[in-house]
């Protein structure tokens, strides 16, 4: 499962890569990846590489975005419903998962693009 919002998308092939790291580690159940980031004419703007984040440093840096985050289904435990007022649900996301002690690993691989748009 995953969450994918209107400013981004998947590569080709993403989701065959993210299910290839779940079959190749069955006791894994939440894995981040890599993210290329476009302005919004489509040209390459940075990438950024994810890091599994830590709680006190959340607030100040947020190591991955939520377009790179995947989680296996039967994992899903949380969040069941997106209240559409938070306009960074990610944090908010990414702060429970933690707070759950929910273990994440990295997949070293652009899954995913999304597009800076300057807009908060």
Same mark, same amino acid.
Do not use: E, I, Q
């Given at each position: 499962m995953a969450y994918l919002n209107c400013d981004e998308q998947y590569l080709p092939g993403a989701l065959k890569s993210v299910g290839d790291y779940f079959q190749a580690h069955p006791q894994g159940g939440r894995v981040l990846s890599d993210t290329i980031v476009v302005g919004e004419q489509g040209d390459y703007f940075c990438h950024r590489p994810s890091l599994v984040p830590l709680r006190h440093q959340i607030w100040i840096r947020?190591?991955?975005l939520t377009c790179a985050v995947f989680i296996r289904r039967r994992r899903w435990r949380i969040w069941t419903y997106f209240d +559409?007022?938070?306009?960074?649900?990610? +944090?908010f996301w990414m702060l429970d998962l933690l707070k759950r002690g929910v273990r994440m690993r990295v997949l070293r691989r652009f899954t995913s693009v999304f597009t800076e748009t300057g807009e908060t």
């Open positions: 947020f190591p991955v +559409t007022k938070w306009r960074d649900l990610g +944090t």
